[in-house]
């Protein structure tokens, strides 16, 4: 059976539910260092098969240099990474044949057309002939780029450039896709484009990891959301878990699971501790101030 004939058959299935597979990736104790600096710094990070992912925080959070990692570009300092079960010290090529990267810089070559970067890009994962024509046709459809399937990319917008690095990564049919801040610097309707892009590729079943300093990106598209801030893990959870952690968090107080939260304050105003309780449901901004004290920031 070609891929395209599993590609086919695997499109009517539907799609896993959000995190219910096994473990994809797993990662223990990871430490990249930079000289002095240690861009990660001990994260525990596990991906599910069939789960879109979102990793939050500022620039310089370490999100990016995590990726690097789990895409074999760069070696751990330190920890233990699996990725499908494999080790990417002794099996990159084997791990990378299954992967797709969008890189936070655009990778095309310029003077080439849409199509022709496919193509080329396209035959470095071995594909040829009619499979190679019908995934270009399939690229060129998603990214939008059908009546400009023939102009230079150095023509494009930065939107266009945008969509058709990521439908590249796509061209073999990875199991796996990092996509790395896909939307930095593009206009608001291609933004919208790329989110319904990375929308379809997850509901065929593609585990995604997307990176952001974006609240609302990662409120539209991931199923759950790991807050990094310098290299470390600070929270993670669905939105939802994500907003009951806060809720029950206040300066210097945490509450169990379970406690009656009026009960719990008017106890503690017996006491002296004056305190208010609220039913408002924090929004991802205020969880991730509550947790670093830091805005996000795009410098």
Not at 243 to 260: M, P
Request: negative net charge; aromatic residues 4%; proline residues 4%.
């Amino acid at each position: 059976m070609n891929r395209m004939t599993q590609a086919t058959q695997s499109s009517t299935l539907p799609p896993p539910s959000a995190g219910s597979g096994e473990p994809i990736v797993s990662v223990r104790g990871l430490v990249r260092t930079f000289g002095q600096h240690n861009a990660v710094d001990g994260l525990d990070l596990e991906i599910r098969r069939g789960e879109c992912l979102g990793l939050l925080g500022p620039n310089g959070a370490g999100k990016t240099t995590t990726l690097r990692v789990l895409s074999t570009v760069t070696q751990a300092t330190e920890g233990e990474v699996r990725i499908f079960g494999l080790d990417p010290d002794r099996d990159g090529t084997a791990i990378r044949a299954r992967l797709g990267v969008v890189p936070q810089e655009v990778a095309l070559y310029d003077t080439l057309s849409a199509r022709e970067n496919l193509e080329f890009f396209g035959a470095m994962f071995d594909l040829a002939g009619a499979v190679l024509e019908s995934r270009v046709t399939w690229a060129l459809e998603v990214a939008g780029l059908v009546d400009r399937a023939e102009s230079r990319v150095e023509t494009f917008s930065g939107g266009m450039k945008r969509r058709l690095n990521i439908v590249v990564s796509l061209l073999h049919e990875p199991e796996l896709v990092f996509l790395d801040e896909p939307t930095v610097g593009i206009d608001p309707q291609s933004r919208n484009h790329v989110f319904d892009m990375v929308e379809d590729i997850h509901a065929r079943g593609t585990t995604l990891v997307y990176t952001t300093h974006q609240l609302g990106e990662v409120e539209r598209l991931c199923d759950r959301i790991v807050v990094m801030d310098e290299g470390r893990e600070v929270a993670s959870g669905t939105l939802a878990e994500l907003q009951s952690q806060s809720r029950r968090t206040g300066s210097g107080l945490t509450l169990a699971e379970g406690v009656d939260l009026e009960r719990a304050a008017a106890i503690l105003k017996e006491n002296g501790i004056d305190c208010a309780v609220t039913d408002e449901v924090p929004d991802l901004e205020a969880i991730f101030l509550a947790l670093t004290g830091k805005a996000l920031r795009d410098d």
